[in-house]
């Protein structure tokens, strides 16, 4: 039985862009585990109701339902060991990297593509984001996305340790890919699959090793997305 | 032999403070390595020369020099393999750690300390400093340092990602401490050691983590320092 996961999707239900759900098929891929997708949206609590969760990723593997992005990532580690490893053998190590996504990262690209994500989503799906993110932003999305092009290179710095780091050696991981990879560029799949505005430039050692990622995993490459 | 170390000194030769030595000195702690630490200062470059390198750590072991802090903790794990390993077979995956280290927390740390190094430095290297850091800070030392209490919220804030992962684990390394445990730890042993300014809350879980790691390594624990 293959693997089930829920997974964010805007109107279009072929447009995936949760970076925690990116994660989490990025590990998939790498692991060699099939999954089938099941497109969610916001709305459809009640869908996941058997895993006593609201939001995505859910995993249901053989039945069970897993829930959280780094509980899922170590779940597959530890569920199939066999397949190639996640971590190499050090879940610790990467757990900064989830923080630092979660804390630094991810609140940066919110307010560059905050509308961009409000327009990708379903009529049904609008008001609870729009609701939901303006409480946390304490502003309206529009005055969060506002003059973004002016605060590209203060984003861009904030990328300066992933820059010198992959100026240094092609992957987070070193040589090849591990699961720190996939937290990151799964937050950078996220802008990518619904906005126009490229926010790295071609030549960025980040966007070199994105592309590299994206060559990589056909899930990613594949995907409805705008660079 | 023992290994050999040239460690940054301030006017006092037993006041050590440099966070790229630090890394080094818990590593070869870690590592079990007796060490032979030399006292350094700015001013003495010739000492440095057999090394073709003009700072530190520079280490001698076995009669080779080896520098500069990331490239140092590299051989010691590769020159003594059966010793506790550093990296737990992931080099790769520590980089990060060193980068966002040196771009991030370093400089912000650096601004707040600034004038606590200048005054516990020889007057022989206070020229040194002042001009090679006012130039980097593109400003006077003591206006980079001015206003620094209330400036420790915004510091604090930047250690988010740390604090996240060490209220889910006791260390970055996972259930013991790993090298990026030391690059970190080792730049919070600079103004330990130099300023009496205590920049983080006694119940921060950055703090509780930083004292896990004094209580662990008596060279850190028992160095002159201010808390």
Redesign the interface.
């Known amino acids: 039985m293959a693997i089930q996961m829920y997974d964010l999707a805007g109107s279009d239900p072929n447009r995936r862009f949760s970076p925690f759900c990116w994660r989490i098929k990025l590990a998939l891929a790498h692991k060699r585990l099939d999954v089938e997708t099941i497109p969610w949206r916001y709305a459809d609590k009640a869908a996941l109701a058997f895993a006593n969760w609201d939001r995505v990723p859910v995993l249901v593997d053989n039945g069970q339902p897993v829930v959280d992005s780094w509980p899922i990532s170590v779940h597959l580690e530890t569920a199939y060991p066999n397949n190639p490893s996640l971590f ?13 996504t ?3 990262l991810n609140p940066a690209l919110a307010r560059m593509v905050v509308v961009d994500i409000l327009n990708h989503l379903t009529p049904g799906d609008q008001p609870y984001f729009r609701q939901t993110r303006e409480q946390r932003l304490g502003m309206k999305l529009e005055a969060a996305a506002a003059d973004r092009e002016s605060r590209l290179p203060t984003f861009r710095q904030l990328l ?6 992959l100026s ?2 092609p ?5 090849s890919p ?1 699961h ?1 990879d996939y937290i990151v560029f799964g937050s950078l799949m996220w802008p990518r699959c619904i906005s126009e505005l490229r926010l790295l430039d071609a030549d960025d050692p980040v966007n070199m090793w994105s592309e590299r990622l994206l060559e990589r995993f056909p899930v990613a490459r594949d995907t409805p997305r705008y660079w």
Chains 1, 2 share one sequence.
């Open positions: 190499n053998g050090n879940v610790g190590l990467a757990r900064f990297y989830n923080s630092w979660d804390s630094v300066e340790p992933l820059r010198q780091t240094a050696q992957f987070l991981g070193g040589d591990l720190p």
